[in-house]
């Protein structure tokens, strides 16, 4: 197992994610404990020292079935992180009464490394607010030795982030962001990893094979990346993509099988990362992949000085791009939850005056009535 340096301490550059367990056909929250089991001890015997759960992963068992398997083994052994439950709005008010259940549901008495679960646009506000005490209690959590070190995961756009880091970055110990070949610019991954550094904080990265979708390339795309390594696999290729960027110390898989596990630490065994050519094919296949529906606006803003509703068009494109390509998903969705209805795409009123001065033509009338249909 290839370990990185983290302060005073080594971590394996693989960490187990514990969202993806492997469950019965009662369906996510039925976790198949004795699976599992057979993978975290192998895991540990391979190396891995670092699991990642959190409040809400397997509808609220990942983290009392993860705290039961560590029993087993010393706690100085492991690294254990989990996350404060941002994402749900209605819970920004109980972060003592939460932690404390964690702690509890983990049946430790800290945590390794904890983070603001995915600060984004929806919560960003209310993170930032003292009158939840969110940030405060995690403070003195960490003063009392309860956390270890403290982070934040984020799926949010640049501005949020920015607002983040200018309140907490100076206390912010990592970042965890989603980070892959093919979302490096597609969803300005490396604009994130070159923010978050810029404060000198590290990167661990979650999503590296975008959820299983990298693992299986068409045979175009798998012929290319065949001529330049033929022995490795699609997955290997992201996970050596992730090797290559010098900002990352630790990389998050979530793995839901042996097969996968058995896979992936075979891969991190070694560094191997790609040089100038085989990066360049990785963008080459990622820009022919997302290029097929995308809209190519260049930001240039326009369609906003000319927008009577003063709509952030440039961001919704962005937005519905991400959303078609990836045939759905939380993203757009969580975004535009933190607009109100009158700034939202289905308050553009189809004027036209956007498209007049777009230098790229787009329809974005049209796109505006597709996206409030796909969030319906």
Not at 25 to 32: L, P, R
Not at 127 to 153: A, C, E, T
Request: hydrophobic share 35%; net charge negative.
């Amino acid at each position: 197992m290839v370990y990185s340096d983290f302060q005073n301490i080594k971590l394996s550059a693989l960490g187990m994610g514990c969202m993806r367990f492997p469950c019965k056909e009662g369906g996510n929250s039925d976790i198949d404990i004795e699976k599992t089991r057979e993978m975290i001890d192998y895991a540990f015997k391979n190396g891995i020292n670092y699991f990642d759960t959190a409040w809400g992963y397997h509808a609220g068992h990942s983290e009392p079935v993860l705290g039961e398997i560590l029993q087993n083994y010393d706690r100085e052994s492991f690294y254990l992180a989990s996350k404060f439950p941002g994402y749900d709005l209605s819970l920004m008010g109980m972060v003592e009464e939460i932690f404390e259940k964690q702690l509890e549901r983990c049946r430790t008495d800290y945590f390794d490394f904890y983070l603001f679960h995915n600060v984004c646009e929806v919560n960003i506000d209310g993170y930032l607010d003292p009158k939840y005490g969110i940030y405060d209690y995690l403070i003195k959590q960490k003063k009392n030795g309860r956390i270890r070190h403290l982070g934040f995961s984020t799926h949010g756009n640049m501005d949020t982030m920015k607002r983040f880091l200018d309140a907490y970055g100076r206390d912010m110990e990592f970042c965890q962001l989603q980070i892959n070949w093919l979302d490096w610019n597609f969803q300005n991954a490396k604009e994130k990893v070159e923010l978050v550094s810029s404060y000198g904080i590290p990167v661990w990265v979650m999503e590296p094979v975008r959820g299983g979708a990298l693992a299986n390339l068409s045979d175009e795309y798998r012929d290319i990346l065949k001529a330049l390594r033929p022995e490795a696999t699609s997955v290997e290729w992201a996970f050596r993509f992730i090797q290559s960027l010098p900002e990352v110390t630790l990389t998050l898989s979530g793995m839901s099988s042996f097969d996968q596990l058995k896979e992936n630490i075979e891969t991190y065994k070694e560094n191997k990362p790609l040089n100038k050519e085989e990066m360049d094919a990785l963008f080459y296949i990622a820009d022919k992949m997302t290029s097929k529906n995308k809209l190519p606006c260049t930001k240039c803003q326009y369609c906003t000085t000319h927008c009577p509703k003063e709509l952030n068009i440039p961001w919704f494109i962005e937005l519905y791009n991400e959303h078609v390509f990836s045939g759905g998903g939380f993203i757009a969705p969580m975004a535009l939850r933190s607009l109100s209805d009158d700034k939202k795409p289905s308050a553009c009123i189809g004027c036209r005056s956007c498209e007049e001065v777009c230098p790229q033509n787009i329809k974005i009338s049209e796109m505006m009535t597709d996206f409030t249909e796909r969030m319906k």
